[in-house]
């Protein structure tokens, strides 16, 4: 077949470069296997980039099994470990609230109840870096959050990490390949390829240039996500699963510095928190058998989660939603249960039953044990190979950048850039961040701040551009959050793009149709939110996009 | 509130962009006593500095820039083909089109380049050829229709967020329909030590010292050769006209030299703006700073900061979403008068569609290419623009409205905002100040 | 069973281990909460607060109000941050807050931004009150000398 020169075997073929795909790809690589990782489209495209972004520590699993919490907590310190840099602390706010004035002794029973689960979460807190519950009293917690609404009785604080989902998908995958591994983005799995009731190879296509290829594999771990039920399909094997669509809204800013826990007109539990510089509401949680290539939010689930935040912050009406996205969660399949009761437990699958010895297929999982659940994938490779001398240490070594946290004020007056600037830099890249300035130490004029909405260098563009994997402008969404904000690239996005086209030596016509793409993925994102400020903007942008740009 | 603070005059306009200004100048044209209320620059003041006014909607990507229709007879073609044009509104009077670009752009030639009737063809910095009825003095030398021979695309090192490459190429593809051969140059200029200087205004300014603009000229003279016959630059040449700075630069370089469109920051939106300003200063528009806050309309006063105006006719120009005059809080609304919003693009232009409620997810369509109805929404207007109720009466005979709060176009999707905005402009204020069409 | 087990040792937690908890514990709540919190710089967010981040919300990211704008003549590294980042990323989460200090204290309040903002933000008054937060979120690092990170 065409391409045959592309061919190679592998120990593992991943397909999917979400955290699962990526976190195996390092794991598998750092065991010393020869690994080869497939997305169709970019890192973190999928669910795991469209996650609460949070590494909690399993509080909900105290009262089916306390080790589990206790695995997920250690789990959590771990990420901590490795990438200190990219993890954010959230204190949340879980408010008392009855719908009747007063409180009935009930009530008064489940909030001590509440008190006293949190509480024995403390107990986990130290293996992640938490910090202690409190229970406030109706007083101070209006002294805390003013924007509370009226009538409120206390409330019990609860200690959470959050992290860039998207960038840390994208260190499992750069650290898989610092490790060998082969990561190729944009190239879709097309079919398997089978001898004697085996896989034996995958058969896959590149979508940026249209080649094909073949590589061979002892083992092809299916890491599809949402995908699976159709990859499955057109692959003569069964993923069974629940796929629920999750949508979340931007807030233009943060909020406040503290999650709120609010409850959504159907009883379900849902948040406003603050997120690296913005606030998120999240998140909708509805079965979704359609195809995951064609998703949109819709008016009703904007409707549904700005309810939800204002039972509790009335204001947040008010404030300015840049932006709606969603993904599609691999929930197991259970029938005849309702979408938030699924549980949020992981499985891994074995096709040999179904003519496909060799494949497996992950299921399910969050992103907080991204880690523990590729190692457990790892272990079932290992086995199924029969090598793999080295032990995991995915726990233990730090993801790029995670050897150190510069200090940004420090950075700042040694480079000459704003301290803010730097603070986001080290934000996204740990101690890589000095290798990013050094590109702006060798030319001055990769100072120019791009973006005013993240703190973007022109200089972290281009070293993104060299050194993480970008093959379309978009995937620069992913990797420093570029035309992502409420601004939509308005004044950033042909700068940028001009200095990824000179990284990558992109030609006139090609930078122009990226461009385009960029702005074509952020309206969809912006289209079921367009009002008040953001409605303005988008008016401003398609006069310079549509209008001047002709894009 | 003491009779000092009470102004009496023929005609209010709110609104200080093209629309606004070009009523206020026509009224105060036609005799009237005219006040002008604008809170800020509107959607003029971030323009690029091309006036845009129709560019033929039926002509194909390849037809020569010499074959295609001529503006007006473009507009007209735009009416035929567009259901809820303002220009469709209007076909009958489209013969003084011409008369009403003519007049605006008459009033600010200061800046602006006297228009010929057909399209000038300007690049963008997103490397793309577009079409300008009118466009400012500084850019008219660029026009890709004109320019015979080799067009010289310059940047300056210094200035990182600009890219010749990119808009050159964008030449380059229309060099078939009668364009000139574009070659991209990097000129030595603005590269300094400490670090980053890519912002527009502060490249203006430091081309408007004494001996820049002379420098500049002097490297770009060094950069040219045979054939070269005319070069274009970042919008960046200047923000007072006064200053001569494209003039000075082309002296010096012996080649005549032109500024291309901007994006934002805009240099040319700024120059626009105050270029808007001191016209109405000087043609005794009384102008007030801050928003008409309650106000019922002709004949009743309306409170402006602390001022009290009372007015016989008013012409809303309050501009669209950036400029404020309508606006989405959950519902569209007008948001002077609270007049409904019920124009639009497309199939929302039916009035039994209750369309300011709707969720913005139902007014817009997945492609972002296509005309989007949300953002042609506005008021609807009938042939002498006075805004129309649910039920298409007119709301009263003494309000008129021009610009892009009238609804019904999609400017940045057919190019016809600023023409747009000169028309019902020019109409409406001759209208207010009782002079007709 | 695991989850027997589970809500047995839950139990005891509230009627036993818990109440004990609290006899060693100092100040309040609020004084608990605060004290964790206030060294990260993730202090409570006031109601005028509030009402800034929302005017500072109607900021489109045109640009013209650095075109009216003196801190030019701030040190490089401030002005390449340029003004409307005081609504971009400044005002957008108290950790840049606590780290513009200088680029907020380099505004002269001459309002020649203000006039020219197409969605009349208050920018002047909103500068004032982002530098009047930047002190304060600082006071309580500034305080202890040995911070956890």
């Known amino acids: ?551 | ?437 | 069973m695991s989850k027997v087990r589970s809500y047995a040792w839950l139990a005891w937690r509230a009627a036993v281990s818990h109440p004990l908890r609290a006899i060693g514990r100092r100040g309040t709540g609020e004084e608990r909460f605060l004290a964790s919190y206030a060294v990260e710089r993730l202090a409570p967010t006031g109601l005028d607060v509030r009402a800034a981040a929302q005017a500072a919300s109607a900021c489109i990211s045109c640009g013209l109000c650095e075109s009216g704008c003196a801190m030019r003549a701030a040190i490089p590294a401030v002005r390449d941050l340029g003004l409307h980042a005081a609504f971009r990323l400044i005002s957008k989460s108290d950790e840049m807050l606590a780290r513009s200090g200088d680029a907020l204290a380099a505004c002269t309040t001459c309002t020649g931004c203000e006039t020219l903002c197409p969605t009349g933000v208050p920018i002047t008054r909103l500068v004032r009150l982002l530098s009047a937060r930047s002190v304060d979120l600082d006071a309580p690092r500034r305080a202890p000398p040995g911070e956890p990170r």
């Not at chain 1, 009293?137 to 805390?144: G, V």
């Not at chain 1, 989902?165 to 799995?189: F, K, P, Y």
């Not at chain 1, 994102?525 to 400020?533: A, H, I, K, N, S």
């Open chain 1, 1 to 551: 077949m065409a391409g045959a020169d592309r061919d190679h075997a592998y120990d593992v073929v991943v397909l999917g470069g979400g955290v699962n795909g990526a976190g195996l790809a390092r794991d598998c690589a750092m065991r010393g296997l020869s690994v080869l990782l497939l997305e169709k489209q970019d890192l973190a495209c999928g669910a795991s980039g469209a996650s609460s972004g949070m590494i909690h520590g399993g509080i909900r699993y105290m009262t089916s099994d306390r080790r589990v919490t206790e695995s997920a907590s250690r789990d959590a310190g771990y990420i901590r470990r490795i990438a200190p840099h990219l993890t954010f602390r959230i204190p949340f706010l879980l408010p008392f609230a009855t719908h009747e004035e007063g409180s009935r002794l009930l009530d008064r029973v489940a909030w001590y109840a509440t008190e006293v689960y949190v509480g024995t979460y403390d107990l986990f807190q130290p293996l992640k870096g938490g910090k202690p519950s409190v229970r406030l009293s109706a007083d101070e917690l209006y002294r805390i959050e003013p924007s509370l609404r009226p009538g409120l009785h206390g409330a019990v604080t609860l200690d959470e990490w959050g992290i860039d989902g998207q960038r840390l998908c994208l260190l499992n995958a750069l650290s898989a390949a610092h490790h060998g591994a082969d990561v190729r983005t944009w190239t879709e799995a097309e079919s398997l390829v089978r001898e004697g009731g085996r896989v034996v190879a995958v058969r896959f296509r590149d979508a940026v240039t249209g080649e094909h290829g073949e590589a061979r594999a002892g083992v092809v771990v299916n890491a599809t996500g949402g995908w699976s039920p159709r990859f499955g399909r057109s692959n003569g094997f069964q993923v069974p699963m629940r796929p629920g669509k999750g949508v979340h809204l931007s807030l233009d800013r943060r909020h406040g510095n503290y999650g709120i826990i609010c409850t959504a007109v159907d009883g379900r539990q849902m948040f406003l928190m603050p997120h690296e510089m913005e606030s998120i509401i999240g998140t909708t949680d509805d079965d979704f058998f359609g195809d995951p290539d064609d998703l949109d939010a819709t008016a009703d689930e904007v409707e549904y989660l700005v309810d939800g935040a204002a039972s509790l912050v009335p204001s947040i009406r008010q404030a300015r939603i840049t932006r709606a996205w969603w993904g599609v969660r691999t929930t197991l399949f259970e029938y005849g249960v309702e979408e938030d009761d699924l549980s949020r437990d992981h499985r891994i699958l074995d096709h040999a039953a179904e003519g496909s010895a060799g494949l497996l297929s992950f299921v399910g999982g969050k992103l907080a044990s991204y880690r523990a659940q590729s190692e457990e994938l790892a272990d079932r490779v290992v086995a199924m190979l029969g090598k793999g001398v080295l032990p995991c240490r995915t726990h233990e070594v730090p993801l790029p950048g995670g050897d150190e946290v510069p200090s940004p004020a420090e950075l700042a007056a040694r480079h000459g850039i704003p301290e803010p600037v730097a603070a986001r830099l080290v934000f996204r890249h740990g101690s890589r961040a000095r290798e990013v300035l050094r590109v702006a130490d060798d030319d001055p004029r990769m100072k120019l701040v791009l973006c005013r909405d993240e703190g973007i260098l022109a200089a972290e563009v281009a070293w993104i551009a060299r050194h993480e994997k970008v093959r379309r402008l978009q995937d620069l969404r992913r990797r420093c959050r570029l035309a992502l904000g409420g601004c939509g690239g308005l004044d950033c996005a042909r700068p940028a793009a001009q200095i990824v086209a000179r990284e990558l030596g992109w030609d006139a016509d090609r930078l122009r149709a990226e461009l385009a793409d960029l702005l074509e993925v952020g309206w969809r994102e912006r289209r079921p939110v367009l009002d008040g400020w953001q409605l303005a903007e988008e008016e401003l942008l398609r006069a310079v996009h549509r209008g001047l740009g002709g894009l």
């Open chain 2, 1 to 437: 509130m003491p009779p000092s603070t009470r102004i009496e005059c023929d005609v209010l306009v709110v609104g200080g962009g093209m629309a606004g200004a070009t009523a206020a100048l026509a009224a105060r044209d036609g005799g009237a006593r005219v006040v002008l209320v604008r809170k800020a620059p509107g959607s003029t003041g971030l323009s690029g500095g091309a006036v845009s006014v129709a560019q033929d909607p039926g002509c194909m990507p390849d037809t020569p820039f010499a074959a295609r229709a001529g503006v007006v007879e473009s507009a007209r073609r735009i009416a035929a083909t567009r259901p809820g044009h303002p220009y469709r509104l209007l076909r009958d009077r489209l013969d003084r089109l011409w008369n009403a670009v003519e007049f605006a752009t008459g009033q600010m030639s200061e800046v602006l380049a006297p228009p010929s009737g057909r399209n000038r063809w300007l690049l963008t910095p997103f490397g793309h050829a577009h079409a300008a009825a009118a466009c400012h003095r500084s850019m008219a030398a660029g026009d890709l229709a004109e320019v015979r021979g080799t067009l010289v695309v310059c940047g300056f090192e210094g200035h990182l967020g600009w890219d010749p490459g990119l808009i050159a190429s964008g030449a380059v593809r229309v060099r078939a329909l009668g364009g000139p051969t574009p070659r991209a140059v990097l000129l030595d200029l603005f590269r300094w030590e400490e670090g980053a200087l890519g912002r527009p205004f502060d490249l203006a300014r430091l081309l408007e010292a004494p001996g820049a603009a002379e420098e500049a000229g002097r490297v770009l003279r060094r950069a040219l050769q045979r054939g070269d016959a005319a070069a274009v630059l970042p919008a960046v040449l200047g923000i007072d006209p006064a200053t001569r700075v494209p003039e000075r630069i082309a002296a010096e370089a012996g080649i005549p030299v032109a500024e291309i469109l901007s994006d934002l920051p805009s240099v040319p939106g700024l120059r626009f703006h105050r270029a808007i300003e001191a016209r109405l200063a000087a043609a005794g528009v009384e102008v007030l700073q801050g928003e008409v806050r309650s106000g019922a309309g002709p004949d009743l006063p309306a409170a402006v900061g602390g001022r009290e105006v009372l007015a016989r006719s008013w012409v809303l120009a309050s501009g669209r979403f950036v400029g404020g005059g309508i606006e989405r809080r959950g519902e569209l609304r007008e948001s002077v008068l609270g007049l409904p919003v019920l124009a639009s693009e497309g199939p929302f232009a039916d009035p039994s569609v209750r369309f300011a409620a709707r969720p913005p997810a139902s007014l817009t369509l997945r492609d972002s290419r296509a005309p989007q109805p949300l953002l042609a929404a506005g008021l609807r207007v009938d042939d002498e623009l006075h805004p129309l109720d649910a039920e298409g009466r007119v709301l009263h005979p003494r309000i008129f409205a021009a610009g892009a709060v009238v609804g019904g176009h999609d400017p940045s999707s057919d190019g016809t905002g600023m023409g747009v905005a000169m028309f019902t402009g020019w109409l409406a204020g001759r209208s207010a100040a009782g002079r007709g069409a």
